[in-house]
């Protein structure tokens, strides 16, 4: 089963890149190269599921692809054009920037709520409160971290990055339920119990992501 995918993978990757094989490289081009490998990877799962061989279940995934020459000269344009490439990098960027501040805002709300709560003396559990902040602002700045395009990487599909944030929103959150039941309660079996969801699926949806993920690297 894990030599079939790897076949498959590997056969994917080589018929995307020769599509592209004579135009630029760019952040969009890299983009709708990981957007066709992930239809392209679906279509032969499902082909397979219905009982086609390995190849056949690609030539089949190939022709329902239809003609994508279209899309190979917009993108031969796209790599042509040196100054849309620039504001395209400097637009993505600019929010990637604006989630990295707003998101370190946040985190930082919830750690100063937290110490100024502690120094009012009031219940652990209303202090632990506010640090809830800390979970979208994690959030945040991991989305707007993995997308951003770098001198030496690709920005992130957005759609995977957005599952990297819901990971690690999940395992800040369980930290966090973990915290609040247990100063509550006092018992440490009700911490560990309230916060075991959110932890089992965080580190499951985490460890897809990581043995899933595909070569970012600028050549």
Do not use: C, H, W
């Not at 599509?19 to 066709?36: V, Y």
């Not at 082909?47 to 279940?57: F, H, L, N, P």
């Not at 929010?95 to 003396?121: K, N, Q, R, W, Y």
Request: glycine share 10%.
């Amino acid at each position: 089963m894990g030599n079939s995918k790897r076949y498959d993978d590997r056969k994917v990757k080589r018929y995307i890149d020769n599509l592209f094989t004579d135009i630029g490289e760019s952040q969009q081009l890299f983009d709708l190269k990981e957007e066709l490998t992930t239809n392209m990877k679906e279509k032969i799962t499902d082909y397979k599921s219905r009982g086609m061989e390995e190849d056949q279940a690609f030539k089949e995934a190939v022709v329902s692809m239809g003609d994508l020459s279209g899309l190979v000269d917009d993108m031969r344009k796209v790599g042509q054009d040196k100054a849309k490439q620039s504001v395209y990098a400097a637009m993505s960027n600019r929010i990637s920037t604006a989630g990295i501040v707003v998101g370190s805002l946040l985190i930082l709300f919830g750690i100063l709520t937290t110490a100024m709560l502690f120094f009012m003396d009031l219940p652990s559990e209303s202090v632990v409160g506010s640090a809830v902040f800390v979970v979208p602002g994690g959030a945040l700045i991991t989305y707007s971290g993995l997308t951003r395009e770098t001198q030496k990487k690709y920005g992130m599909n957005k759609i995977r990055a957005g599952l990297y944030a819901i990971s690690v929103a999940l395992l800040l959150f369980a930290a966090f339920v973990g915290a609040i039941s247990g100063f509550a309660t006092n018992e440490v079996f009700i911490a560990v119990s309230s916060s075991m969801l959110f932890l089992l699926v965080g580190v499951g949806l985490f460890l897809a992501l990581i043995f899933t993920g595909s070569d970012r690297r600028k050549k």
